[in-house]
T-cell receptor
Framework: GAVVSQHPSRVICKSGTSVKIECRSL??????MFWYRQFPKQSLMLMAT?????????EQGVEKDKFLINHASLTLSTLTVTSAHPEDSSFYIC??????????FGPGTRLTVL | AQKVTQAQTEISVVEKEDVTLDCVYE???????LFWYKQPPSGELVFLIR??????QNEISGRYSWNFQKSTSSFNFTITASQVVDSAVYFC??????????????FGKGTLLTVNP
């Protein structure tokens, strides 16, 4: 199956700093990538849909200025958590769509904000 | 709006028991996809199955089987002869079938399955 990578896998940062998470489709081109957030012992919640070359579509309640998404190429989407605070600590997972609704998930990034 | 309900929050079984995880969904779409994913403690989602709404055939893959009942909007997952390695959180999910953002997945809250030796 297709492979999606995320970098970094784990990051710890101080409150007020910005953190960038990369999501790459390694062996296929993805016109659409999705960003999900998962709090401990909870389900995955979609944050935004990222389309190559256009602005991301954010879900209701997700702050666009806080969670900046860029999908500059068919193999890379980035999520930047700006001015991170402890409540942003979470597990962030991306997925990339290939072909006809085949979605492949990255391994996730665990963000801890001190 | 789409909704997926996994009423079982946690299930605990003894190895070799059969276990069924329930999933009930709601959608206004006439065509849609249903999925099951496994999330072990490592956190990475493992794809198990995708089912198109017009394909109501049940499926079996090794110890796994899925029962899709469109009439009751259910897509249940059964593990036969469970093993300790099956311990994980299992998510049922639903997506549309057309348009970029329609492919987004709506997840249930997940069922934590613990298989004890």
């Amino acid at each position: 199956g297709a492979v999606v990578s995320q970098h970094p896998s784990r990051v710890i940062c101080k409150s007020g700093t910005s953190v960038k998470i990369e999501c790459r489709s390694l062996d296929f081109q993805a016109t659409t990538m999705f960003w999900y957030r998962q709090f401990p012992k909870q389900s995955l919640m979609l944050m935004a849909t990222s389309n190559e070359g256009s602005k991301a579509t954010y879900e209701q309640g997700v702050e666009k200025d806080k969670f900046l998404i860029n999908h500059a190429s068919l193999t890379l989407s980035t999520l930047t958590v700006t001015s991170a605070h402890p409540e942003d600590s979470s597990f962030y997972i991306c997925s990339a769509r290939a072909g006809w609704n085949e979605q492949f998930f990255g391994p996730g990034t665990r963000l801890t904000v001190l | 709006a789409q909704k997926v309900t996994q009423a079982q929050t946690e299930i605990s079984v003894v190895e070799k028991e059969d276990v069924t995880l329930d999933c009930v969904y709601e959608t206004r779409d006439t065509t849609y996809y249903l999925f099951w994913y496994k999330q072990p403690p490592s956190g990475e989602l493992v794809f198990l199955i995708r089912r198109n709404s017009f394909d109501e055939q049940n499926e079996i893959s090794g110890r796994y089987s899925w029962n899709f009942q469109k009439s009751t909007s259910s897509f249940n997952f059964t593990i036969t002869a469970s093993q300790v390695v099956d311990s994980a959180v299992y998510f049922c999910a639903l997506s549309g079938t057309s348009g970029g953002s329609n492919y987004k997945l709506t997840f249930g809250k997940g069922t934590l399955l613990t298989v004890n030796p």
